[in-house]
Structure formats: structure tokens, C-alpha cells
């Protein structure tokens, strides 16, 4: 069962023991692989961290350690893969209020399976949507 969705820095942070990951943030991702439950990923963070680590904003094994997350069933990360019904939930996210579509795919993930998103973009936060940072 899915209790939550992970923007990407939010997996990252996570994974790579990041202080900027908040303490609310890190409870609610601790909490949920002591229940056995899942923190969604959208594959756009897939595509977002290809992006970063060419760009050279990330390090190359990011993309390696998030994949290798992914793939371990007791990891509590597992893949949201981007579906047409996730798209559909996409209409439920406003462009005005979260106008960069990677955010608005990690968002709608979240209206569709109706779990908060654990993120730090202000932008996220500030929408009509339900997070946790």
C-alpha cells in the first residue's frame, strides 16, 4: 500500500542521508517502512535525475542508487510508473499553482492515490494538495 509520495529530491535526500531532508519528512518515510508501506517514486524523477546527473547538478551513482532502491521489494521506495489515470490526475493539480510539469506529475501521483507528497517545493506546498515537509 502506498502512504506517500516522494518528490525526487525528497528520494535522494533520503537515500544519500541528506540533512536537508526535513525531520517531518524523514518520520513519515521511517514510519511508513516500519508499517511495510511504500513511498511512491514517479518514473519522472527517473527521467529528472538522467537530466541532473548530465547536467552534472548530481553525481553519477545518484541514478544508480535510486534504480537499485527501486528495484529491492523490501526497499520501502517503489516505482509509480506514469499512468494515463495519472495523467487524468494531472487536471486536479493546477498549472498555476504548480507550473513546472515534473512537479505537476509528482503531484498528480499523489491526488491519484491519495497520499500526501513529501517535498520541498514551495510551490507543491503551497497548492491545494497535501504534503508533508
Known amino acids: ?8 529530491h525528497t528520494a535522494l535526500w533520503h537515500l544519500f542521508d541528506d540533512k536537508r531532508l526535513s525531520a517531518a519528512a524523514e518520520a513519515f518515510i521511517n514510519e511508513a517502512a516500519t508499517a511495510r508501506r511504500k513511498i511512491a517514486i514517479s518514473t519522472i524523477s527517473l527521467a529528472e535525475v538522467v537530466y541532473l546527473v548530465e547536467k552534472n ?5 545518484a541514478y544508480d542508487e ?12 517503489t516505482e509509480a510508473v506514469i499512468s494515463a ?11 498555476a499553482e504548480v507550473p513546472d510539469m515534473p512537479d ?13 507528497i513529501i517535498s520541498r517545493d514551495r510551490r507543491i506546498r503551497a497548492a491545494s494538495l497535501t504534503t508533508v515537509w
Not at 104 to 116: C, L, N
Open 1 to 8: 500500500m502506498i502512504a506517500g509520495v516522494a518528490d525526487t
Open 57 to 61: 547538478r548530481l553525481p553519477a551513482a
Open 66 to 77: 535510486l534504480t537499485q532502491a527501486l528495484a529491492d521489494p523490501e526497499h520501502v521506495f
Open 85 to 95: 489515470a495519472i495523467v487524468q490526475a494531472m487536471r486536479q493539480v493546477p498549472r
Open 104 to 116: 505537476r506529475i509528482v503531484a498528480a501521483t499523489g491526488v491519484y492515490f491519495g497520499v500526501p
